[in-house]
């Protein structure tokens, strides 16, 4: 590596940790390798920016924990897997959730179906068009002690969405949960 | 067992047979003798009338296939899981279905969200409520050959709804879908 490309490297972390530092969330020497490319304007970054989370593998077998549909600029039906171990701690209805749980939620496009509809006995059929999006969320009481816990990440086609802004926005919405939610949405859906 | 016992067993099923022939669906003599005892009107039967499918175990932590909301009577959100044959033949396109594919369908009601509303920029969640009921398919070529080569069954609380009427609008709906489809209605959510 030249002497120029790592200077250059350590000036934009060095930016980023002073950014991150400002709102309280987690800095880039915190991440993973992968997540300071992201940082550093990665195109193709496989983890996400702040947090370094990423795609974890096998998510798309991983156990469902319920379903959801937003109206609004979102327009989409999503579901909520989860690992086992947030499974367990869904199932036993336990908070907060301990290290190591993940949770994954997809979207798609809320689609009418007018090919249900034509065999249904009303227009009535919505169903999952194309993906959206894919958001993580990591238990990690330590490594993301500052966001509650969680570290977040957005990924599309594999790749995690750029941008620190929108990882602050993942932990502020969250953060606004009633207490005793352990910042998460999803209910287990029996 | 009593011979009179015997005797009245074989009517109530030769009335069944007599039944279901003529709406050329399956009949009690190809159903396990849980699904007889609904048949003669169990009031807790595990199986389903005419095709007696029983609920499958584990099928709760079985993979996504979709999603999927309806409108309507129904007012539904739901989600589609699939034993390992259904999910490899969804994953690989695979149409018909190879025997022992198994599809359960889970619907709860579809409920608005104020919990999430406060939360979100806008009025626009909707979440999985009550659970409705639970919907199974199984794929067996010879022993559902009647009805396209699959056996249905509809499950509240554990128990299988009653009624051979109701198992013979599933077939009907699904046998409305297009050539090629197998009579599925779901297409993989990736």
Avoid at 28 to 51: I, W
Wanted: charged share 20%; net charge positive; with cysteine.
């Amino acid at each position: 590596m030249r002497a120029g490309t790592l200077a250059l490297g350590l000036a934009a972390m060095t930016m980023a940790v002073t950014t991150a530092s400002a709102t309280g969330t987690l800095n880039a020497f915190t991440a993973p390798a992968s997540a300071r490319a992201e940082v550093e304007g990665g195109a193709e970054a496989k983890a996400s920016p702040v947090y370094g989370v990423t795609l974890p593998r096998g998510y798309r077998s991983w156990t469902l924990i319920s379903v959801a549909q937003e109206n609004g600029k979102n327009n989409d039906i999503r579901a909520i897997l989860g690992n086992d171990i947030a499974v367990k701690a869904f199932r036993e209805g336990k908070r907060p959730f301990p290290d190591g749980a993940v949770i994954v939620r997809l979207a798609w496009r809320y689609q009418s179906s007018p090919r249900n509809d034509a065999v249904f006995p009303a227009p009535q059929s919505f169903v999952a068009g194309d993906p959206i999006n894919v958001q993580v969320s990591v238990k990690d009481s330590r490594r993301y002690a500052a966001s509650g816990g969680w570290g977040y990440g957005q990924f599309e086609n594999g790749g995690a969405t750029p941008g620190s802004a929108l990882m602050q926005a993942c932990a502020a919405c969250h953060s606004k949960l009633e207490e005793g939610a352990d910042r998460v949405f999803t209910a287990w859906a029996p």
